[in-house]
């Protein structure tokens, strides 16, 4: 069965300081894995995708790397923001079930001042 | 519009009653989901249509909820007979492809059994 986790549930950090998110995949075969970010009562914005070539892939703060070998990506938030407090969402893809992707249940992420 | 559309953007209902939710997508995309979240939860996959055919109705929870979609643009979830239960946000998506493809969520339909 395709899997996502992410660690940690939540997450606490001050304005200003960087934080790392963590997913787990067991989806195969892999197509690709993309990062979300979901405000409060909002729909979720894709930050990032990656692809099975790519190691890493950049939008302005946020960092996300993929090791497909390990079926591991990490979102590395860089120099936070009161507006990063939001919950992030990671999503695979399966290359063999066209239509559907595997949701993580996502990290809370708060930036407090 | 530019984005994904979605009415109403809340909805009480009392349980018993049938709710219609609509999804408007982005112009020209061919694919369509449907997902539903609880509070505090996860997204939860419901259906998928590529044009006006569901290849996937996988995710429905009950025959009490169906989903169309006409002319490859907007789709109307029905929820018959509402539940409790069934008070969560639901989303839906567009993508210019299938599953590989970045999904454009709008903003949800936020359905309040009481």
């Known amino acids: 069965k395709n899997q996502v986790e992410q660690s940690p549930q939540s997450l606490i950090i001050l304005e200003g300081k960087n934080c790392t998110l963590q997913c787990n995949y067991t989806v195969s075969p892999f197509s690709n894995l993309r990062w979300y970010k979901q405000d409060t009562g909002r729909g979720p914005v894709s930050l990032t995708i990656?692809?099975?070539?790519?190691n890493t892939k950049s939008n302005g703060r946020y960092t996300a790397t993929l090791d497909a070998d390990t079926k591991q990506s990490s979102l590395h938030i860089t120099a936070s923001q009161l507006s990063d407090s939001a919950s992030y969402i990671c999503?695979?893809?399966?290359?063999?079930?066209?239509?559907?992707?595997?949701f993580g249940d996502g990290t809370t992420l708060t930036v407090k001042p | 519009g530019a984005g994904v559309s979605q009415s109403p953007s809340n909805k009480v209902t009392e349980k018993g009653k049938d709710v219609e939710l609509r999804c408007d997508p982005i112009?020209?995309?061919?694919?369509l989901y449907w997902y539903r979240q609880s509070l505090g939860q996860g997204l939860e996959f419901l259906i998928y249509?590529?044009?006006?055919?569901?290849?996937?109705k996988s995710g429905l929870p009950s025959d009490r909820f169906s989903a169309e979609r006409t002319g490859g643009s907007v789709s109307t979830l029905t929820i018959q007979r509402t539940q409790q239960e069934d008070s969560a946000v639901y989303l839906c998506?567009?993508?210019?492809?299938?599953?590989?493809?970045?999904?454009?969520f709008g903003e949800g339909s936020r359905l309040t059994v009481l």
């Open positions: 998506a567009s993508s210019p492809s299938g599953a590989a493809g970045e999904l454009f």
């Open positions: 112009s020209g995309h061919t694919a």
């Open positions: 249509f590529q044009g006006n055919s569901a290849p996937d």
């Open positions: 990656m692809t099975f070539s790519e």
């Open positions: 999503v695979v893809s399966d290359r063999s079930n066209a239509g559907k992707s595997t």
